[in-house]
């Protein structure tokens, strides 16, 4: 990657390759949830190295029968929280749990597709849940126990960053702490697929709104700054989405324009969409060409930076 103090001709337009794996974490489990994971556990494949799997098999059909409730959220977070792993098409391929015990978190994780076995959702799932359990649990370290014998995860997580803490005949645990994980981010290896751009003055402004806002919007905005590189204003190429920017998106099949702005700014029926909501969050620090997939109103979504029409720091309004 490079910084460029000048726009990009447009031969040089990136895109962004979309073959990448992709993976979004939900908290919300709904009974039909409820019942493909009791498919999943029922597969001696996905259940063999799971040393609780009767258990949890149990503990969901309990969950069915208990309540007629459609949304079974509650039940599935006792003593930890759940989340359903979705690929890019919105289906269902795995969950992950994440057990916090003071400042450690523990880390489940199932891809139970097992029709989606080798397309290297697991690493991708990895990353998001190291995500949650740094950046909105607050866990100074994240643990994984592994059956030796389970080779595909554990090259998952070796290759995520984790180290072998330590181990026994049965069991290997492997570690990643908070320190490390926010070097890799800022190290540009985090899997993600483009590194994106970030004035001095915007990244300073935007920690302090994170200490003010909450939600997962927050949470990806978070992220996006430690991974960003950070430029001085009068660097930032001008075709970069930087704060109070305006650009024209494609998303999926329909083209808008909206400007990115802070919340006490935001009016989504104006076109200005805050840098703590999902869309606001996706795009900061793209830039023309880009494209990306982002989850928007509880689907993924495709979006494309098609043009950048306003960028403060190319018409100089650093005061912005």
Same mark, same amino acid.
């Given at each position: 990657?490079?910084?460029?103090?000048? #726009?990009?001709?447009?031969?040089?337009?990136?895109?962004?390759?979309?073959?990448?794996?992709?993976?979004?974490?939900?908290?919300?489990?709904?009974?039909?949830?409820?019942?493909?994971?009791?498919?999943?556990?029922?597969?001696? %494949?996905? $259940?063999?190295?799971?040393? =609780?799997?009767?258990?949890?098999?149990?503990?969901?059909?309990?969950?069915? =029968?208990?309540?007629?409730?459609?949304?079974?959220?509650?039940?599935?977070?006792? &003593?930890?929280?759940?989340?359903?792993? !979705?690929?890019?098409?919105?289906?269902?391929?795995?969950?992950?749990?994440?057990?916090? $015990? &003071?400042?450690?978190?523990?880390?489940?994780?199932?891809? &139970? =597709?097992?029709?989606?076995?080798?397309?290297?959702?697991?690493?991708?799932?990895?990353?998001?849940?190291?995500?949650?359990?740094?950046?909105?649990?607050?866990?100074?370290?994240?643990?994984?126990?592994?059956?030796?014998?389970?080779?595909?995860?554990?090259?998952?997580?070796?290759?995520?960053?984790?180290?072998?803490?330590?181990?026994?005949?049965?069991?290997?645990?492997?570690?990643?702490?908070?320190? %490390?994980?926010?070097?890799?981010?800022?190290?540009?290896?985090?899997?993600?697929?483009?590194?994106? !751009?970030? $004035?001095?003055?915007?990244?300073?402004?935007?920690?302090?709104?994170?200490?003010?806002?909450?939600?997962?919007?927050?949470?990806?905005?978070?992220?996006?700054?430690?991974?960003?590189?950070?430029?001085?204003?009068?660097?930032?190429?001008?075709?970069?989405?930087?704060?109070?920017?305006?650009?024209?998106?494609?998303? =999926?099949?329909?083209?808008?324009?909206?400007?990115?702005?802070?919340?006490?700014?935001?009016?989504?029926?104006?076109?200005?969409?805050?840098?703590?909501?999902?869309?606001?969050?996706?795009?900061?620090? !793209?830039?023309?060409?880009?494209?990306?997939?982002?989850?928007?109103?509880?689907?993924?979504?495709?979006?494309?930076?098609?043009?950048?029409? !306003?960028?403060?720091?190319? #018409?100089?309004?650093?005061?912005?």
């Amino acid at each position: 990657m490079f910084i460029s103090m000048k #726009a990009f001709h447009p031969l040089q337009i990136r895109v962004v390759k979309m073959n990448r794996p992709f993976i979004s974490l939900c908290p919300e489990i709904t009974r039909a949830h409820a019942l493909t994971l009791m498919n999943w556990l029922e597969d001696e %494949r996905v $259940t063999c190295y799971l040393s =609780d799997s009767r258990h949890v098999s149990r503990s969901i059909e309990q969950a069915i =029968d208990r309540t007629q409730l459609p949304i079974l959220t509650h039940l599935f977070n006792r &003593g930890g929280r759940f989340f359903m792993a !979705y690929d890019r098409h919105d289906a269902p391929v795995g969950f992950v749990r994440l057990v916090k $015990t &003071g400042s450690n978190c523990e880390i489940v994780l199932v891809i &139970g =597709d097992s029709d989606k076995w080798g397309r290297n959702l697991g690493a991708r799932t990895i990353r998001e849940g190291m995500k949650l359990a740094f950046l909105d649990m607050r866990a100074e370290k994240l643990i994984a126990k592994i059956h030796p014998d389970n080779s595909r995860s554990l090259k998952a997580f070796l290759r995520s960053g984790f180290m072998l803490e330590s181990e026994t005949p049965t069991l290997k645990s492997l570690s990643m702490t908070e320190e %490390r994980y926010l070097q890799f981010l800022r190290e540009g290896a985090g899997g993600d697929s483009s590194r994106i !751009y970030i $004035t001095e003055i915007d990244k300073a402004r935007l920690y302090g709104l994170i200490a003010l806002e909450q939600g997962s919007a927050v949470v990806e905005l978070e992220h996006e700054l430690e991974r960003a590189i950070v430029v001085k204003p009068q660097q930032v190429a001008c075709n970069v989405i930087t704060m109070n920017s305006r650009a024209l998106l494609q998303l =999926d099949d329909e083209e808008l324009e909206v400007a990115l702005v802070y919340p006490e700014d935001a009016d989504s029926n104006a076109g200005k969409h805050s840098v703590s909501s999902d869309i606001g969050a996706a795009i900061l620090g !793209y830039q023309e060409g880009d494209a990306i997939d982002w989850r928007i109103s509880d689907r993924t979504r495709r979006i494309e930076i098609k043009k950048v029409l !306003y960028q403060p720091e190319a #018409a100089g309004d650093f005061h912005l």
